[in-house]
């Protein structure tokens, strides 16, 4: 399955973004996806997940309640909707994909999406 990240951009602390990640090439239906972000000199770090169907979703501590991952399996496509923007928010965002379990390891995923810059100003 290919993956394709948008939706990033420049945003001031506060403000919110919606990023997407569309999949092409495989039944999307089968895949658990997940959200990572990565800052300068930081390591990968997982951010939310959701099941097959949607049903079940995991987030990291430092965004429940201001992000939501949702999916749409008719349109193949995943959803990150990021509200109450912080400037330590700001990073690549990849989306990722695996058919096993749900995991916030990074080496548990076998596709990736080329990333999206989120900065968030001050």
């Known amino acids: 399955v290919q993956l394709q990240a948008s939706g990033g951009g420049l945003v001031q602390a506060g403000g919110s973004l919606k990023l997407s990640c569309e999949a092409s090439g495989g039944t999307f239906d089968m895949f658990i996806i997940a959200w990572f972000r990565q800052a300068p000199g930081r390591e990968r770090e997982f951010v939310a997940s959701?099941?097959?169907?949607?049903?079940?979703?995991y987030y990291t501590d430092s965004v429940k309640g201001r992000f939501t991952i949702s999916r749409d399996n008719a349109k193949n496509t995943v959803y990150l909707q990021m509200n109450s923007l912080k400037p330590e928010d700001t990073a690549v965002y990849y989306c990722?994909?695996?058919?096993?379990?749900?995991?916030?390891?990074?080496?548990?995923?076998?596709?990736w999406g080329q990333g999206t810059q989120v900065t968030v100003s001050s």
């Open positions: 990722a994909a695996q058919i096993m379990r749900t995991s916030v390891s990074a080496s548990d995923y076998a596709y």
């Open positions: 959701i099941s097959r169907t949607g049903v079940y979703t």
